[in-house]
C-alpha cells in the first residue's frame, strides 16, 4: 500500500529539465527524506506530489487518487483537506500574529473563528510557543517562525506533511528543535512526511532516504 506515488513524471522551466522521468512510492507513515544536490529536483518533486504544481507528463497519486489530472481548485482543496506544508522561511503572513496565522488553514476549512484561535492557540502551547502567540513575524527569530510554520501547518491534522528545507535557515540547536517537533507530531498523528533537506541530522532521522541526481533517483538512468 502506498499513500504517495510519482510514476515517470517530468517537469521542464524552459530548457531546464527539472524532473525527468522520476518514479517513487511512498508508504502510509514514512518519514523520508528527498537529498541530493542544488538544482537536483528536490523542490519540484516537493510541489509535484504535494500538488502545487503539475508535471507535463507521468501520474501523480495520492491514497489511489490520481492527482496531477485534477484542476487547480480541486488541488487546492485536496491540499488543505489532506496536507500540511513547511517551507523554509516559514512564508507566514506578515500582517497576522502567530496565533492567527496558525488559525488561517482552519478558518480556510469553515470554523469559526474563535474555535479557530482556540485550537490555534493550543497547537502553539504543544511547539513550545505560547508566549509569542499574539507577535508579528518581524519580531520573531528564525527559529519562532518555523516552530509557528510548523504548528500551522499542523493544525488541521494532515495525513502528509510536506516540508522545504524546514531546517536551512537555522543554527543546529533551533533545528534540532523545529525537526523535532515536526516529527513528533507527525508520528503521534500517523502522518507521512516528506522533507526536502540538505541537512545530514534531518536526514538521519527519517526512516529512508531518496537522492535525487539530474531529476531522477541517483543511479536511475532516464
Ligand atoms: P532543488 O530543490 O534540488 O535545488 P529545484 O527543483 O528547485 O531543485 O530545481 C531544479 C531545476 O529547475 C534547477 O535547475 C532550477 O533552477 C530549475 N527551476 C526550478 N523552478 C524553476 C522555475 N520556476 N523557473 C525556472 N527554473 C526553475
Ligand atoms: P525553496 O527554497 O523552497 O526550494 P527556491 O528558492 O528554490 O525555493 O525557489 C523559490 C521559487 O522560485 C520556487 O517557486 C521555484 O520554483 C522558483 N525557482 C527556482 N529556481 C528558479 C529559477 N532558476 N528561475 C526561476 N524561478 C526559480
Keep these: 500500500m502506498t499513500v504517495l ?3 515517470r513524471i517530468e517537469k521542464a522551466f524552459g530548457r531546464t529539465r527539472a524532473l525527468r522521468g522520476l518514479s517513487t512510492a511512498i508508504e502510509p507513515g514514512e518519514v523520508v527524506a528527498v537529498t541530493g544536490p542544488s538544482g ?6 516537493l510541489h509535484c506530489l504535494s500538488g502545487i504544481m503539475r508535471p507535463e507528463t507521468g501520474e501523480v497519486h495520492y491514497a489511489g487518487q490520481r492527482v496531477d489530472t485534477l484542476d487547480d481548485a480541486a488541488r487546492t482543496r485536496l491540499r ?3 496536507f500540511g ?3 523554509q522561511f516559514g512564508r507566514l503572513v506578515p500582517e497576522l500574529t502567530a496565533v492567527e496565522n496558525v488559525a488561517l488553514p482552519l478558518l480556510f476549512d469553515r470554523h469559526g473563528r ?3 484561535i482556540t485550537v490555534a492557540r493550543g497547537r502553539l502551547e504543544e511547539a513550545g510557543a505560547a508566549e509569542i502567540a499574539g507577535a508579528r513575524p518581524t519580531e520573531l527569530s528564525g527559529g519562532e517562525l518555523q516552530r509557528v510554520a510548523v504548528a500551522r501547518a499542523l493544525v488541521t491534522g494532515p495525513k502528509v506533511i510536506f516540508a522545504d528545507e524546514p531546517t536551512g535557515a537555522l543554527d543546529s540547536v533551533a533545528g534540532e528543535h523545529v525537526l523535532s517537533l515536526l516529527l ?3 508520528r503521534r498523528d500517523s502522518a507521512t512526511v516528506v522533507i526536502v533537506t540538505h541537512d545530514n541530522q534531518v536526514a538521519a532521522y527519517a526512516d529512508r532516504e531518496i537522492v535525487l541526481r539530474d531529476g531522477v533517483m541517483a543511479g536511475v538512468a532516464a
Design 85 to 87: 506544508i513547511v517551507f
Design 5 to 7: 506515488e510519482a510514476r
Design 184 to 186: 513528533s507530531a507527525a
Design 114 to 116: 474563535e474555535e479557530a
Design 80 to 82: 488543505r483537506e489532506h
Design 40 to 45: 537536483s529536483g528536490k523542490s519540484t518533486l
